[in-house]
């Protein structure tokens, strides 16, 4: 069974950084893109920046020049760098890999991560 499992959030200050990994377990064949989106409370869920298996990347204008979205293949890992963090970055982070191709079973799943809390306070 393929599951993300992601790490990294916590509290920080206005002007902080975290980092955020999620990692792909399980035997995996392939993944394709893979991203990052964020809740806030009340508001809908919206991407923030994802990267193709060539690493290709794409960001929210809100998080442009602040966040940087890489990923090791040989780990079946992404990261979120989020640097000069806002309050109005605060949000439950969630990793997604809309197509993830285990080995044992050759089928694509669509897979989202548990969420991880970054609060940034003022």
């Known amino acids: 069974q393929v599951q993300l499992v992601e790490s990294g959030g916590g509290l920080v200050q206005a002007g902080g950084s975290l980092r955020l990994s999620c990692a792909a377990s399980?035997?995996?064949?392939?993944?394709?893109?893979m991203g990052w989106y964020r809740q806030a409370p009340g508001k809908q869920r919206e991407l923030v920046a994802d990267?193709?298996?060539?690493?290709?990347?794409n960001y929210a204008d809100s998080v442009k020049g602040r966040f940087t979205i890489s990923r090791d293949n040989a780990k079946n890992t992404v990261y979120l760098q989020m640097n000069s963090l806002k309050p109005e970055d605060t949000a439950v982070y969630y990793c997604?890999?809309?197509?993830?191709?285990?080995?044992?079973?050759?089928?694509?799943?669509?897979?989202w991560g548990q969420g991880t809390l970054v609060t940034v306070s003022s």
């Open positions: 997604h890999a809309p197509r993830i191709v285990p080995l044992r079973t050759l089928t694509p799943v669509d897979a």
């Open positions: 399980g035997s995996i064949f392939s993944i394709n893109n």
């Open positions: 990267i193709t298996s060539d690493a290709n990347t």
